[in-house]
């Protein structure tokens, strides 16, 4: 089948999805004394509205692909190198006490958990199609604005798939 940018962020957002459960082998959430979770996105988080967000929140951002041509069997595939961001962002509220350090603790948390779980399963996708997938850096941010504190971990990943 013919690679689908869209499919593949999708399927990562449905794995990331299902991994943020207590019943889960490893819980993307485990370890957050705030809370959970609280959404999973596909798009950008740079340039967006974040009144309307609930954090802590992750987003999947595709970044481009390349292709390569390779001979397996009998037909002819492509190697493809898919590079995307897991950006995870953990927001406190100024007022809260010490939530600054509270902030940066609970996204420290959840890019471990996610760095955990993609290192668990490599392959980030139930398609044969995925070969692996593999954390190529890891980047820490703190933003501030009037009333909130964000800390973010960008999560840099490649994913080799084969594509018609």
């Known amino acids: 089948m013919a690679f689908n940018i869209k499919t593949f962020s999708d399927n990562v957002v449905n794995i990331l999805t299902n991994a943020n459960t207590t019943t889960a082998t490893i819980d993307i959430s485990d370890g957050l004394t705030d809370k959970r979770v609280q959404s999973i996105k596909l798009g ?19 970044q481009s692909r390349s292709d390569q041509f390779a001979q397996i069997g009998n037909n ?21 006490i010490n939530g600054r350090e509270n902030s940066d603790s609970e996204m420290l948390q959840l890019s471990s958990n ?14 044969s199609d995925v070969l692996q997938t593999l954390i190529t850096n ?3 941010d703190v933003t501030e604005d009037n009333d909130t504190y964000n800390s973010i971990s960008i999560i840099s990943c490649e994913s080799k798939v084969l594509s018609i």
Request: charged share 15%.
């Open 44 to 62: 950008y988080h740079v340039n967006k509205s974040h009144l309307n967000i609930l954090y802590p929140a992750i987003w999947i951002e595709p």
């Open 138 to 140: 890891v980047n820490y």
């Open 114 to 127: 996610i760095e955990t779980f993609i290192r668990n399963n490599i392959r980030l996708s139930s398609t």
């Open 76 to 96: 002819a595939k492509r190697d493809m190198i898919v590079p995307f961001n897991i950006v995870a962002i953990v927001q406190t509220g100024l007022g809260s």
